[in-house]
């Protein structure tokens, strides 16, 4: 099946001609597969923003293609016009990108841009809002009056209320403590099934990653690294130190029980695994 | 013998609502004290109070009623806020609001500059700062240009120029990835252990605060648990009535012995962990 976006041999270079110039992706071959939850992970300046900035068209490749559905997004102009509803962006900190008057108009604006009738319009805005939790009353406030948390379900609501294919989110829990993280992206989660659509996460945090995905995709340098399930993927703990990055808490323990003489399967990385790999191999014996 | 840093007494703050909006209490009736020289790491949900506090400690913001002494200053005193500012700096969450200047270097004169130190000094504190954060060989370099965890360095560098005796940093590695955060806390834990400065760490990662020396858990303006790492860690259960989690390796530890095992549950750094493991589960 065609992948709903994938990039063949991107290429960008910023500040090209000057002193600056600086080749921030070289040659990227990325797929999204519809209905999937990819998180993206990578250090500062791997070049994550730059390829997620590819993806709904807000960059132009220096060389290569991004294909949306099989087609070339710059291939024409109402095609690229197109692609950016299909493809939601949810930026680092997005609170501070609202400025309606209130979250309800707040929320309206991206399908409003879309053309949708008001019926139409006022369905999303309320489906938008009730996946990320927000109540009817927070809908008639002023965003400003919103806690941190509610503000940013409020500012990731306007994106999933153009209902994209695809949804990708940089670093959406950064700030928000570990109860409003989990819920979020247990919200997240729903929206996904429900709607079968795509979720790419940028996060810097291998417990969500692990906890959420079913890919990891693992930049660095401007290239892909590594990709594939996170327990593939987290078995590779020194080449991913090496890459600035990290490994789960738990995967560190059991690599360290490793190391201590037990033989123990290295490929945990959440609690309930690691518990449930240690009660196995104690057989009920606590001793 | 270790002298208090601050000391905070009944303490009672709100912020003042809108209009016809009634106010928002945060603190009603805090004490806490907190000893000079040690790492203090604080903890809670989001709007906990929190990051009040820590604009409490250098007079950001001042008590509606009760009292903050630092350094033996009441921050109520206006003739004092010079004096208490210069001894406890703040480093915030996100780099680039905290960076004025287009060179490292300059940027980390800007506090002594304003306060009128002496250009010769100016130039000692400077170098002193960048070499105790490690980016001595960027001062030259433009800060935009730099990773968030350097840019977090040079944030804490403005602040050490200053000679304060105490840092309080506000989630300062929200932002950061794994990379930068193990710089960042690298870089505080030093300053704490060789220098003897007074740290204020606010994070939401435990993994963070199990290398402090104390930590203290707030919910609702209201210290809920205070002491070692591994005493506030191994209460999962209370932790997680206030919707906050322990740090993977505590939960592993708890999750084990509620299968009947009775592990102990200050082992919280993989290390530890792996070796309270290692001893139960070898053959």
Partial sequence: ???????????????????????????????????????????TGSGKSTLVQHLNALLKPTDGQVLFDGKDIWSDKAFT???????????????????????????AFGPKNMGLDRD????????????????????????????????????????????????ILDEPTAGLDPYGSEQLLENLRRWQAAQNSAVVMVTHSMEEAAACASRLVVMADGAVKMQGEPKAVFAHAAELERLGLDVPQITKVFLRLRELGMDVDTSVFTVE?????????????PC | MSN?????????????????????????????????????????????????????????????????????????????????????????QNPDNQIVSNVVEEDVAFAPENLGVEPAEIRKRVDDALRRVGMYEYRNHAPHLLSGGQKQRIAIAGVLAMQPKCI????????????????????????????????????????????ADRVIVMTSGKVIADGKPGEVFSRVELLRENRLTAPDTAQLLYELNREGYSLALDALSPEACAQTLAKAFKV
């Fill in chain 1, 1 to 43: 099946m065609t992948p709903i976006l994938e990039t063949k041999n991107l290429h960008h270079v910023y500040s090209d001609g000057t002193p600056f110039r600086h080749e921030a992706l070289k040659g990227v071959d990325f797929a999204v597969q519809r209905g999937e939850f990819l998180a993206l992970i990578g250090h």
């Fill in chain 1, 81 to 107: 016009r197109a692609v950016r509803f299909r493809v939601g962006l949810v930026f680092q900190y997005p609170e501070y990108q609202l400025f309606e008057e209130t979250v309800f108009a707040d929320i």
């Fill in chain 1, 120 to 167: 139409e319009i006022d369905a999303r805005v309320r489906r938008a809002a009730e996946f990320v939790g927000l109540s009817e009353k927070a809908l008639r406030k002023s965003p400003f009056d919103l806690s941190g948390g509610n503000r940013r379900r409020a500012a990731i609501a306007g994106v999933i209320a153009m209902e994209p294919d695809v949804l």
């Fill in chain 1, 273 to 285: 695994q690691a518990k449930a790999a240690l009660l196995k191999r104690g057989e009920g014996a």
């Fill in chain 2, 4 to 92: 208090t840093a601050f000391t905070i007494q009944n303490l009672r703050f709100s912020y003042p609502g809108a209009e016809d909006m009634p106010d928002t209490p945060v603190f009603d009736g805090l004490n806490l004290t907190i000893e000079e020289g040690s790492f203090v790491a604080v903890v809670g949900h989001n709007g906990c109070g929190k990051s009040t506090l820590a604009k409490l400690l250098n007079a950001v913001l001042l008590p509606c009623g009760g009292s903050v002494i630092a350094y033996g200053m009441d921050t109520k005193d206006e003739k004092l806020l010079l004096a208490i500012r210069k001894r406890v700096g703040m480093v915030f």
């Fill in chain 2, 168 to 211: 309080v940093l506000d989630e300062p590695t929200a932002m950061l990835d794994p990379q930068g955060r193990k710089e960042v806390l690298e870089t505080i834990e030093r300053l704490c252990r060789e220098s003897g400065m007074t740290v204020v760490l606010i994070t939401h990662h435990m993994d963070e605060a199990i290398r």
